[in-house]
C-alpha cells in the first residue's frame, strides 16, 4: 500500500516538475537545452512510478522513512530546478551583454574611421 502511495507521489512529482518546466520555458526564464534535461528527467520519474519493472524501488523503502524521503526528494529536484533557471538567465544577460559589447566595438571603429577621414581631410588643407 505504502509502495504504491510512494509510485503515485512520484508520477505526481514528475507531472508537477514537467509543467513547471514547461512555464518557465514558455516565460524565458530556462534556456531550451536545460529544459530538455529537465523534461526528461520528469518523464524518468513518472516512468519510476507508472511501469511496473521500474516501480520495484519503492518496496525498499521503510515505512518510516517515506515522508522523509518525499520532502528531501521534493526540496533537491525544486532547488536544483530553481539553480539552473538561475544559470539559464545568466546566460542569457551574458549573451545580451556581448551582443552590447560587438555593436559598441563596431560603433567605435565606425567613429575612428570618420576620426581618421577628418584628419587626412585636415591634413590635406
Not at 12 to 34: P, W
Request: charged content about 15%.
Amino acid at each position: 500500500m505504502i509502495a504504491q502511495i510512494l509510485c503515485l507521489i512520484t508520477v505526481i512529482e514528475g507531472i508537477a516538475l514537467l509543467v513547471v518546466d514547461f512555464i518557465s520555458f514558455v516565460y524565458q526564464k530556462i534556456t531550451v537545452g536545460i529544459e530538455l534535461c529537465w523534461s526528461a528527467f520528469a518523464v524518468v520519474l513518472i516512468l519510476l512510478g507508472v511501469v511496473p519493472g521500474l516501480s520495484d524501488w519503492s518496496k525498499t523503502i521503510p515505512i518510516e522513512a517515506v515522508p522523509a524521503f518525499l520532502l528531501i526528494s521534493l526540496a533537491i529536484i525544486f532547488s536544483f530546478f530553481y539553480l539552473s533557471c538561475a544559470i539559464s538567465q545568466l546566460l542569457r544577460k551574458n549573451q545580451e551583454l556581448a551582443m552590447h559589447v560587438s555593436l559598441l566595438n563596431q560603433e567605435n571603429e565606425i567613429i575612428l574611421q570618420k576620426l581618421k577621414e577628418n584628419s587626412a581631410k585636415e591634413g590635406k588643407e
